[in-house]
Each structure stands twice: as C-alpha cells, then as structure tokens.
C-alpha cells in the first residue's frame, strides 16, 4: 500500500478541520482497510504459540498439567471466557467432571507400575508391571491394549477426546502417553494425532476460523469480542467472519445466503415461465401465446385452449372453440398468476439495483491507478500544494459507501418482503419503516453518486483554484457520505432488526474506517517476554510438538 501524497509543512490544517467526526484520517489515506488490534492472523507458525496462550491461563489459574488443560479447552470449544465463567458458577468438581478430567491426589501420576506381573483386564493376559500403563483416572491396561484403543479412536477421527478403555470411565487420556504408546508402532499415525490436538484450536473454537481463500493461504483469523464481524486477511481477502463468505453488512448472514442462492438458482427464470407460459397438455412444453386468439397450437401439433389449458379441436370462431367451453372463472389460478408476476417484478426491481451498485463498485476500482496518475502529474507541478492524502481519502470512502449502499439493497429485499418478517410487522408498520430506510438510503445514494463524479473529472489539469474548489468538495462529500452511511446502519440495526421479536438477525457494524485488517500474531495478548520461555518448556515436555507445523492440515 502506498499513500498518494504525504504531509508536510504546506499541510493546510482545513484538512483536519473538515473531517471532524470522521475517524479515518490515520488509515484512509492508503488503499485498503484500517489496522487494529482485535482480530489477529495465525499462521503454520504462530498457531501453536496462540494455543499455547490459552492452556497457560488455564493452567495457571486450575494448577493443571497441559494436557488436563486442553481436555477442558477442548470440550469448552476453546472458550477460556466460558470455562471460567462455568468455574466460578458451578465449582472445579462440576467444571471437571463435564469436561472428563479426573485428577486423583492419592494415585501416583507415573503412568508406569512397579508390581512385577499383573493380569490386563482387557485381554486377559498376565504381563510384566513394565508394560502396563496407568492413566490419572486410576485404570491399569497392558500397553498392547492401550496401544491397539488409541490407534482405533484416531483412525475413527477422535483424537482430541480418547476416553479410558474402562466401563463406565469417562476420563480423557494423558495425550503424552498416547503419542509415547502409538509412536512406537506407528509414529504417522502419532503425528497424526498431534496435528488433530493442534489444530483443534481453530476446528473447535467458534473465535477462530480459517481464511475461506482459494487457494488457500494457510492462515486463520481470531477475533477477540464479537463473531459477528468483516475482518480482512493478510492475504488480502476481505470476508464476513461469521458465515466464511464475501463481507456483506449490511445484510444478515441468513440474508445474504438466500440472495445468493435467489441469484444462483433459476427460480426467477420458472417465475418468468409460470408468469408469460402455459405447458402444453400432450407434451408439457412451456407454450408462449404470440398472438390474439386464444386457440393456441405447439410445435407437436396439439392445439389447446389458452384460457384453460384443455385440449381442443383446431375449428374456432371469434366466441368459442369447437367442441370446448371454458366460461367458468378460477379465482384461485388468476392469484396465483398475478402473484408470481408481482414477486418477479420486486426482485427485479431489487437485483437491477444491487447489480447497477456492484457495477459501479468494480469501475471505480479501476480509478485506482488513473488517480494515480493524476496525483502524480500534480505532484510533479510547482505548486504551494503537496498533500494530496484528500484524494486516496475520498476514493476509499466512495469504495465504503458504495459497497454499504450495495448491499443494503438485498436487506431491503427480505426485511420487506413476505418471506422473512411477516408475522413482524403489520402492512402498516412495514410500509412506514421501509419509508425510513428508503428516505435514508436515497440519501446516502445521491451523495455516493455526487462523490464518484467528482473524481471522474481531469483534475491534474485543473488550475490550482479549482483544484482548492475539488478538494473542499471531496471534504465535505466524504463527511456526509461517512455520516449517511453511520445513520443507515443506525437505523438497520436499532429501528428495523432491533425491532425484531421472534427472529434474530445480527449484522456486522459499520466500521468507519473500513473493514478491519486482522494484524499477524507474534507474541501472544500481552506479548510478555516470558511468554517464549514458557511456549518452549511446554513445547520440550510434548516431545517436539511444533515439528507438526510443516504439516497442518489445510482445509478444502
């Protein structure tokens, strides 16, 4: 990213006085999004670092060993916030005994058994105390029968949850002890396991996701509050972090997805069909009437009644068909008629909208590099003038605006039609809340419209009065256009989804400052040095864990 110009002392301090309430004058002037602090990119080679994070709070605040503290992560789905909350609510006892943990003070953590022989309760088998193996819960096994259960239980896909082998025993495996017992045998099949236990951080974890990007690029996305949010890879993909597909706010995920699928599908097309055809009734093929008369003929031959559908004879007068007679008026099919022809006309009307809106989107993309010509051609001019921050500041706001103002088309689509909210609001209610919405996205599209034509003009030929006259124009457009978009989505989220009783619907909020680009984890929340010294002590106690990076999985 490269600003087109930068500040110096012929600054004009206007600059600032014009964007008051607008809070993008740090980050608007590259192109792309802004840079914060709550949502971070995990990569092959900071993911284990990132776990590690989480079992060090657990482990510190229960006094736990790792692999007790990721048994609890993992049935907690990774959520250090709930698992605590459960702790202070229900106590350890209850908090253990969900998760599966079972930590006996009195029995001796060496899993090894110093009794000379003893008999295995699996296979039956005498066997020298050396090749039995005792789990925290108490329960003794030959390695053979440990060995044989936990090669089943990752080949069935349960690695991360491999309970004891005893009836009714619900305690989790030591996974040292798994991957010390399975190495030995079949050391794939243990980094296997390893690579299930690593990546159960994101799999698991409803705050951290992959990057839906093809092809992959191999990194995933932690947000730190809400999952309800537009976050931007390093990769460059910008994407809604709830549902993994493009950043739609601000339409609700189940929105988006039946507009999707509405524009995907050929619905509208047998809408159409239904609407201006009739089949045929030998041979079923859709029939358009071209003419006035209705006796109508298909290609196969059969000539049938327009008004009807019934077969007839080929012998008509101006009043009736020979040997037909269909006067009888059907309420039911004229409704059922008019309908399919009303709802077509309303997606039409909405689509056209989205459609012309995406359009203009991917065209001002393109100014991008024309814009950048132009700033340099006045750059390179003697003139009082050197900061140019107000052009790439303007632009990305109209790529803002004009992507809100898309996608509200789509929200308008379902939050008044008939298919979501009609047990919501009254006809009465409905009409006044659309009037709202509409009033302001019609503001909100004559100023996007007012800004992307500023910037179609020649302006590195302007003089340098009009080019004063452009960027105080491109100022004040860009504030209003920042505040219109603030006041819709005020509006989509307390007056319209806000509102809402009996279905929920959260959209992502309106970010000022653009989509949010997710900063690469480096260090962990705190980015403590002591941090490292605890990652590599716990990363030496599970035998060269990290070695299975190289190899993370990444998803299809």
């Known amino acids: 990213m490269e600003d087109y110009g930068t500040s110096d002392e012929d600054t004009y301090s206007s600059d600032q006085e014009s964007y008051d309430g607008l809070e993008n004058e740090e980050t608007d002037s590259q192109w792309g999004s802004s840079t914060g602090n709550s949502c971070k990119v995990i990569t092959r080679e900071s993911l284990l670092v990132a776990q590690r994070e989480d079992l060090r709070r657990v482990m510190d605040l229960l006094s736990l060993r790792e692999h007790h503290a990721r048994t609890l992560l993992i049935h907690y789905r990774w959520d250090v916030e709930r698992l605590f909350a459960i702790l202070v609510e229900k106590g350890k006892t209850c908090l253990f005994a969900e998760a599966g943990v079972t930590i006996l003070e009195e029995i001796d953590v060496d899993s090894s058994v110093s009794s000379s022989t003893m008999m295995c309760g699996i296979c039956m088998e005498e066997v020298a105390g050396s090749e039995v193996t005792k789990m925290d819960c108490g329960h003794c096994f030959c390695n053979d029968c440990w060995t044989e259960h936990f090669i089943v239980k990752i080949k069935e896909g349960q690695s991360k949850r491999i309970r004891c082998m005893a009836h009714k025993c619900f305690a989790i495996c030591d996974e040292a002890v798994i991957r010390k017992l399975v190495s030995k045998r079949h050391p794939d099949l243990a980094e296997k396991f390893d690579r299930f236990l690593l990546e159960s951080y994101i799999e698991d974890n409803k705050m951290v996701k992959w990057c839906p990007s093809i092809p992959h690029c191999g990194n995933a996305i932690r947000v730190e509050t809400d999952e309800f949010c537009e976050v931007e890879c390093s990769c460059g993909l910008q994407f809604c ?53 209705n006796l109508v003929s298909c290609i196969c031959g059969q000539a049938f009644c327009w008004l009807c559908g019934g077969a007839t004879g080929r012998d008509h007068t101006w009043s009736s068909i020979a040997g037909h007679s269909c006067g009888r008026y059907k309420e039911d099919q004229e409704k059922k008629s008019e309908r399919a022809k009303r709802d ?107 800004l992307s034509k500023v910037f179609e003009d020649p302006f590195d030929s302007f003089e340098e009065t009009e080019i004063m006259e452009m960027r105080m124009q491109v100022l004040n457009l860009s504030v209003v256009t920042d505040k219109l978009c603030k006041k819709m989505y005020e509006c989509i989220e307390t007056d319209l989804l806000g509102a809402l009783q009996f279905s929920s619907h959260n959209i992502a909020p309106y970010q000022s400052k653009g989509i949010e680009r997710a900063t690469e984890l480096n260090g962990g929340r705190n980015a403590k040095a002591n941090n490292n010294i605890a990652c590599q002590k716990a990363h030496d106690q599970t035998n060269g864990e990290v070695s299975i990076l190289s190899h993370a999985r990444v998803p299809m």
């Not at 999707?260 to 045929?280: A, F, G, L, Q, Y």
């Not at 041979?283 to 003419?291: A, F, I, L, M, Q």
């Open 241 to 293: 972090f709830s549902c993994l597909s493009e950043a739609h706010s601000p339409c609700s995920c189940w929105m988006w997805e039946l507009w999707t699928k509405k524009c995907r599908d050929e619905s509208e097309t047998v809408n159409w069909i239904t609407v201006h055809t009739k089949p045929c009734p030998k041979c079923h093929k859709p029939v358009e009437k071209n003419g006035g008369c």
């Open 344 to 450: 077509l006309y309303r997606y039409m009307h909405y689509h056209n909208r989205y459609k012309a809106h995406t359009d203009s989107f991917t065209q001002e993309s393109r100014l991008r590099e024309t814009i950048k010509e132009k700033v340099a051609n006045l750059e390179s001019r003697d003139s009082r003038l050197r900061d140019f921050s107000w052009v790439t500041n303007g632009l990305y706001r109209l790529f803002r605006s004009r992507r809100a103002l898309s996608f509200s088309y789509p929200f308008a689509f379902y939050m008044f039609g008939d298919d979501l909210f009609k047990d919501e609001m009254t006809n009465e209610e409905k009409e006044i809340k659309q009037h709202l919405f509409e009033d302001q996205q019609q503001q909100l599209e004559a100023n996007v419209e007012k």
